[in-house]
C-alpha cells in the first residue's frame, strides 16, 4: 500500500492537488482512498460531492472520506477522555465543558491521522492520499511520537506503579478518580498504535510526504521550514507542487505584474528545494471542482507520470547529533563545482556552488548555536553546528573560514577543495 501525504500553508491548494492526485491514481488503475486529516474538512467540497466517516465511491477505483471526529475520537481516545471527563467533573467543571476539556490539544487530528495505520492493516487500497492538515498543525502531529515516547519510557511506568499503591486510599478517603488499569491500559494501547504508525510514515519505501506551494514569498518560507523539519524527525518528501502559476499568455496589466512576481518566486522555490522534483499547476480560469477539472489539474502537473511513484528517494539534507553537537547534512546535485560560499542570517543559510545556489531554513535549535566547520564529504556537504556552552573542541581541518559575512568551505580529506575567491 502507497501512503502519500499532501501538506502545505494554509490557502494553498493542497485539498484540490490530494485530490487531483487521487483522480489520476484511480485513473490508472490503482484502488485509491482519499480523505482529509484535517478537522476543517474541504474534500467533499474539491469533488462537489457529499462525503462522510464512511469511505463513499466516487468513481471507478477512487472512494473518499471525511472522518467524523467523534467517531475518531471514540475509536482512538474514548476510554481515556471518560476518564478525564470524570476527574474534570469531580473539579466541579460543567458537564459539556468538562467533555471539551477532556480532549487534549492534537489529540483530534491525532486520532484522524490513526485511520491510516487501520486502512493499512486492513490491506483494502493500493493507494491512500491524506489531505493533512496546514503545515503547523501537521508538524506537530509528526512531532508527537517522540514526545510520547520519552514519556511513555521514562515517566508512566513511574506513574503506574505510584497509582496502583495510592488508588485504593485515594478512593475510599479522599474520594478523588483516579485512573483505573482500564486507563492505563488503553494509554498503552494508543502508544503502541502511535509508534507503529511513526514506523510506517517513516518508511520511504511506503509513504512520501509531498509539499504544496503557490509562487509567493510567505508560502515558500513556511514551506522550506517544513521541509527542514520533516527531514529533522525523519520523513521522507519526494516531490513538491508548485501551485497556481499564471499562465505564458498572462502576460498584460494586472497579470504581467504577478507574473513578473512569480517567475522571481518559481526560481527561489527551484533553490530551495533542489533536487527534489517539482511539479507545476496553472492558475485555471475557474474553480478547480468536481471530477472533471481535479483531472485537468492531474493532467497539467503529472502529465504521463503516475502519482503512485516514488518521485525521489532518500533525504536531500538531514541533522545528525555528533557528541553534542549537530552535523547538518546536505545533499549536493552540483558536487563537482569547486567553490563553495555560505551565508548565514538569523535562521536562513544559503550555499553557492558557482552559479548555482541553495537556500535553507534551520531548525530552531540550530539557529542560536555557532557553525564551527563545513567539509565535502562523498557527496555532502557537512556544516557542524558547535554548542558554546560545551568545552571547547579541537577544530577540524576543513573549518570555515570567514570574509565579509560569507563562510567558506576548504580542504578536508576524500572532500573537494574551496577558496573564497
Not at 17 to 26: D, N
Not at 96 to 120: K, S, T
Not at 262 to 283: G, H, M, T
Amino acid at each position: 500500500m502507497r501512503i502519500i501525504l499532501y501538506t502545505g500553508k494554509g490557502g494553498v491548494g493542497k485539498t484540490s492537488i490530494s485530490a487531483a492526485s487521487a483522480v489520476r491514481l484511480a485513473e490508472l488503475g490503482h484502488k485509491t482512498l482519499v480523505f482529509s486529516s484535517d478537522v476543517a474538512h474541504s474534500l467533499g467540497d474539491s469533488f462537489d460531492i457529499e462525503l462522510t466517516h464512511q469511505p463513499k465511491e466516487i468513481a471507478p477505483n477512487l472512494w473518499g472520506q471525511e472522518t467524523n471526529i467523534n467517531e475518531s475520537m471514540k475509536s482512538h481516545w474514548g476510554t481515556i477522555r471518560d476518564w478525564l471527563t470524570t476527574a474534570f467533573s469531580w473539579q466541579s467543571a460543567n458537564e459539556i465543558v468538562a467533555e471539551e476539556i477532556a480532549v487534549l490539544p492534537g489529540m483530534e487530528e491525532l486520532a484522524n491521522l490513526l485511520y491510516i495505520l487501520d486502512y493499512f492493516d486492513k490491506g483494502e487500497y493500493d493507494a491512500l492520499v491524506v489531505d493533512c492538515a496546514p503545515t503547523g498543525e501537521t508538524l506537530r502531529l509528526l512531532s508527537f511520537p517522540e514526545v510520547m515516547q520519552w514519556w511513555m519510557e521514562r515517566i508512566f511506568p513511574l506513574e503506574r506503579k505510584i497509582l496502583k499503591m495510592v488508588r485504593p486510599m485515594a478512593r475510599n478517603v479522599l474520594n478523588v478518580p483516579l485512573p483505573g488499569e482500564d486507563v492505563m491500559n488503553s494509554f498503552q494501547d494508543l502508544f503502541a498504535k502511535v509508534t507503529r504508525m511513526n514506523d510506517l510514515l517513516k518508511d520511504p519505501d511506503k509513504t512520501s510526504v509531498r509539499l504544496v506551494v503557490n509562487p509567493e514569498k510567505m508560502v515558500i518560507k513556511e514551506a522550506q521550514r517544513t521541509y527542514t523539519y520533516l527531514n529533522l524527525y525523519g520523513y521522507y518528501t519526494d516531490m513538491v507542487a508548485c501551485n497556481r502559476v499564471l499562465p505564458k499568455d498572462a502576460s498584460e496589466g494586472y497579470f504581467a505584474t504577478m507574473k513578473a512576481q512569480q517567475a522571481k518566486y518559481l526560481v527561489a522555490i527551484d533553490e530551495a528545494f533542489s533536487p527534489i522534483p517539482i511539479r507545476y499547476a496553472p492558475f485555471f480560469g475557474q474553480e478547480v471542482v468536481g471530477l472533471k477539472m481535479l483531472g485537468k489539474l492531474a493532467d497539467s502537473m503529472f502529465e504521463k507520470e503516475d502519482p503512485y511513484s516514488i518521485f525521489y528517494k532518500g533525504k536531500a539534507q538531514y541533522v545528525e547529533n555528533d557528541d553534542g553537537d549537530f552535523v547538518y547534512n546536505i545533499v549536493l546535485p552540483f558536487i563537482s563545482k569547486e567553490k563553495i560560499n555560505l551565508s548565514r542570517r538569523g535562521d536562513e543559510m544559503t550555499i553557492e556552488v558557482g552559479v548555482h545556489r541553495r537556500n535553507i531554513i534551520l531548525p530552531q535549535a540550530l539557529t542560536i548555536m555557532e557553525v564551527e566547520s563545513a567539509n565535502l564529504e562523498d557527496g555532502k556537504l557537512k556544516i557542524v553546528f558547535h554548542r558554546e556552552s560545551k568545552k571547547p573542541r579541537t577544530k577540524k581541518k576543513g573549518g570555515i573560514g570567514k570574509t565579509h559575512g560569507k563562510e567558506t568551505v576548504r580542504d578536508h580529506p576524500g572532500g573537494q577543495r574551496g577558496d573564497n575567491s
